[in-house]
């Protein structure tokens, strides 16, 4: 499967941004899918996943309240929801696919390229 994400922007403090992670080549359904983002000169940080039905999702701590993975397999997409965004979210945002348990430690084979977010006034 190939992943693409979209959305990404500039976006001022307190603002809302969706991602989208499309898929082509196999039906996205099939796996769960994960977001993770990386800042310059920092580690890749893992943001959370939702299940292949998209009945159940998982977020760290970092975004708990302010981030929504959803999912909508018809379209073949997942979606990253973005509220009350800091300067400090600015990262480059990546959507990975597979089993759950690859995907929460960033094992997964199948990665998007990644998108652009900057928070900034």
């Known amino acids: 499967v190939q992943l693409v994400e979209s959305g990404g922007g500039l976006v001022e403090p307190g603002g809302s941004l969706t991602l989208s992670c499309a898929a082509s080549g196999d039906t996205l359904s099939i796996y769960a899918v994960g977001w993770f983002r990386q800042a310059p000169g920092k580690e890749r940080e893992y943001l959370g996943v939702?299940?292949?039905?998209?009945?159940?999702?998982y977020y760290e701590d970092s975004v708990k309240g302010r981030f929504t993975i959803s999912r909508d397999n018809a379209k073949n997409t997942v979606y990253l929801r973005m509220n009350s965004l800091k300067p400090e979210d600015s990262a480059v945002y990546y959507c990975?696919?597979?089993?759950?348990?690859?995907?929460?430690?960033?094992?997964?084979?199948?990665w998007g390229q990644g998108t652009q977010v900057t928070v900034s006034s």
């Open positions: 990975a696919a597979g089993a759950i348990a690859a995907v929460s430690v960033g094992r997964s084979s199948h």
């Open positions: 939702i299940t292949w039905s998209g009945g159940e999702a």
